[in-house]
């Protein structure tokens, strides 16, 4: 299975600053035949089911705002939000999807500093 | 758009099989895979397994020997049993649609949209 490993654990960022996540894979994720890398994001706010943010690494889902970026190929990843906002308080995921089984991260606590 | 709305008992008793129906609305369940994915309490997620509409099946492993996803698309509903339960398997379960097989790698995908989960507790 390809572990997934995110850090950190939790993160207290100020209001309008930026709050980055960091995504590690135990092995790539990378398809060399389309140059894609299979790693997707999701928020997670209290109560509510995971909602897709970001597909293959760096497609933005629609409606997601564009404060939230995914960058990174191959076994490191990062998710960005360039200015936090109140309502992005959340755990966040990670998945690869290159291979099954799927796996997540642990999962990142994001809050207000 | 597309929602899901998982159905089921929310009390299991150990050793017996847990069993959960999820129902699309809003679109076709033909093309796509589903899934189901499970969070214990206040823990992380787990991927449990895939179906596709035609009805062939990928399995986590961890669970392949309990596990059992069917899919009816005249309800446009799919289904999961999971046998043998333990209080180990106390978690939220929600079913998810996975990406059109396009975006999916050759055995996996991303999950969206998801439904909003049942919390099935095992206990006697």
């Known amino acids: 299975d390809i572990v997934m490993t995110q850090s950190p654990d939790s993160l207290a960022v100020s209001l309008g600053e930026k709050a980055t996540i960091g995504c590690k894979s135990s092995?790539?994720?990378?398809?060399?035949?389309?140059?894609?890398?299979?790693l997707a994001w999701y928020q997670q706010k209290p109560g509510q089911p995971p909602k897709l943010l970001i597909y293959?690494?760096?497609t933005r889902e629609s409606g997601v705002p564009d404060r939230f970026s995914g960058s990174g190929s191959g076994t490191d990843f990062t998710l960005t939000i360039s200015s936090l906002q109140a309502e992005d308080v959340a755990v966040y995921y990670c998945q690869q999807y290159y291979s099954t089984p799927d796996t997540f991260g642990q999962g990142t606590k994001l809050e207000i500093k | 758009q597309v929602q899901l709305q998982e159905s089921g008992p929310g009390l299991v008793k150990p050793s017996e099989t847990l069993s959960l129906t999820c129902t699309v609305s809003g679109g076709s369940i033909s093309s796509y895979y589903w899934s189901w994915i499970r969070q214990p309490p206040g823990k992380g997620l787990e991927w449990i397994g895939y179906i596709y509409y035609s009805g062939s099946t990928n399995y986590n492993p961890s669970l392949k020997s309990r596990v059992t996803i069917s899919v009816d698309t005249s309800k446009r509903q799919f289904s999961l049993k999971l046998s043998s339960v333990t209080a180990a398997d106390t978690a939220v379960y929600y079913c998810?649609?996975?990406?059109?097989?396009?975006?999916?790698?050759?055995?996996?995908?991303?999950?969206?949209?998801w439904g909003q989960g049942t919390l099935v507790t095992v206990s006697s």
């Open positions: 293959w690494a760096s």
């Open positions: 998810a649609r996975a990406g059109s097989p396009e975006y999916c790698s050759s055995t996996s995908c991303f999950f969206d949209p």
């Open positions: 092995q790539s994720v990378l398809y060399s035949s389309n140059n894609k890398n299979y």
